[in-house]
């Protein structure tokens, strides 16, 4: 399903780069009717929520068969331009495994229950104050691990030095790949923050 405000979306963070999801919102509401999409207060901003994040997701793949990328967290979005041709990711490159995307591009998320709503936030606010911005089951915890070749009982400067040869080998001024230079990134900050939640 094609969402309804991407066009709008596209044209917003077109002109005005560097914005935070909530300013996005706020712009959205200005140049659109976006009236109420639910009676519930509480569902009607998930679901303005929603379609905001769906659109962006639904803007990033569009735009990857013209090498620019969409750069989507809470506190930044804005539209990447393609690298040179010679930095850019060769086609076997790995695509980013974002579990928030998957989430968003699927659209029975839409009509979530308040009590799911509920749980949610409850999660949200959970991993906030524990300061861990992982997302990661246990299953996937030790896979990626794995993926990055760590031992079973890895220590925070193993992480590290595994991490400065994966960046090195992928930064993008280096001749490595953006995206993929992102997702170690996006990986490590994950590891860590798993590492720290069980010390």
Request: proline share 6%; aromatic share 10%; charged share 20%.
């Amino acid at each position: 399903m094609i969402n309804p405000i991407i066009n709008i979306i596209f044209d917003i963070i077109s002109a005005t780069p560097h914005l935070k999801v909530h300013e996005l919102a706020a712009q959205l509401k200005n140049q659109t009717d976006f009236t109420a999409l639910d009676d519930d207060p509480s569902k009607d901003l998930f679901k303005r929520n929603f379609l905001i994040m769906n659109g962006l997701y639904q803007l990033q793949n569009e735009l990857r068969d013209t090498h620019h990328d969409v750069h989507i967290s809470a506190l930044d979005i804005y539209i990447v331009a393609p690298p040179a041709p010679s930095a850019r990711c060769k086609s076997d490159s790995p695509q980013i495994d974002d579990p928030l995307k998957a989430y968003y591009l699927d659209w029975h998320n839409y009509d979530t229950s308040t009590e799911e709503i509920e749980s949610l936030l409850a999660q949200f606010w959970q991993r906030y104050l524990t300061g861990s911005n992982a997302v990661l089951t246990q299953q996937d915890w030790t896979a990626l691990a794995h993926k990055w070749q760590l031992p079973a009982h890895y220590d925070l400067p193993t992480l590290q030095k595994a991490w400065r040869k994966l960046a090195l080998s992928n930064h993008p001024d280096k001749g490595g790949c953006a995206a993929a230079f992102n997702q170690i990134k996006h990986e490590y900050e994950q590891l860590k923050a798993m590492l720290c939640a069980v010390r």
